[in-house]
């Protein structure tokens, strides 16, 4: 089965600074990208997902991320970061045409006003 | 429903009981996951449902754990003879058939804790 890794267990950045949070998947096929984040208190939602075509993809709140098949990575970025953007970020990979969802181990991001 | 549900929210249990947790996810979604999450482990892999499929139980840590899903809809994990270190928060989600249209809606998991 496919896993992810998240290279970066916690990060902290002061507000303005840029983002980027690594992750890397161990499937040498086709592969279906997304980032979740948490807020505090809150499920799991979903930023962002690469499914085919360009492979640097917009998501909500000016994150953006770019698939690297190369480096089988999918990195997360965001230009500047605001004290809202606290909160635990989570890649994830399906194998194309498949449900099965499997998540990194997260990356906590704290942003200090 | 709105979402996903889970229940109990919260449960806490003595070490050595058995537990059942409840998800009943979104109205007419083929896909379900169970997940666990810990502190300092992440967003664990359980177990995976979609439609009528045989599940894939590849993520269950022990003998211990089992879940099933009546009717393609409402799910139950089991965990027996539950130990300290079972305790996380279980978090189930759900998705539509083609997973391209319907992201992952989680619920807002059960946090289980064992004495």
């Known amino acids: 089965a496919q896993s992810v890794s998240q290279h970066n267990h916690h990060v902290i950045l002061s507000e303005a600074a840029s983002l980027e949070l690594g992750c890397n998947y161990s499937y040498g096929g086709t592969v279906n990208l997304f980032w979740y984040v948490q807020y505090p208190g809150q499920h799991l939602q979903l930023l962002l997902k690469?499914?085919?075509?360009?492979?640097l993809v917009k998501g909500i709140k000016g994150f953006e991320a770019e698939f690297i098949k190369s480096k089988f990575s999918f990195n997360l970025r965001k230009p500047s970061v605001q004290w809202s953007d606290t909160a635990e970020y989570f890649c994830a990979v399906t194998m194309y045409n498949n449900n099965d969802m499997r998540f990194g181990a997260g990356t906590r991001l704290t942003v200090k006003p | 429903g709105a979402g996903v549900s889970q229940s109990p929210s919260n449960k806490v249990t003595e070490k050595g009981k058995d537990v059942e947790l409840r998800c009943d996810p979104i109205s007419g979604h083929t896909a379900l996951y169970w997940y666990r999450q810990s502190l300092g482990q992440g967003l664990e892999f359980l177990i995976y449902?979609?439609?009528?499929?045989?599940?894939?139980k590849s993520g269950l840590p022990s003998d211990r754990f089992s879940a099933e899903r009546t009717g393609g809809s409402v799910s139950t994990l089991t965990i027996q003879r539950t130990q300290q270190e079972d305790s996380a928060v279980y978090l189930c989600?759900?998705?539509?058939?083609?997973?391209?249209?319907?992201?992952?809606?989680f619920g807002n998991g059960t946090r289980l804790t064992v004495t």
């Open positions: 690469y499914f085919s075509g360009d492979p």
């Open positions: 449902f979609q439609g009528n499929s045989a599940p894939d």
């Open positions: 989600a759900s998705s539509g058939r083609d997973f391209r249209d319907s992201p992952l809606h």
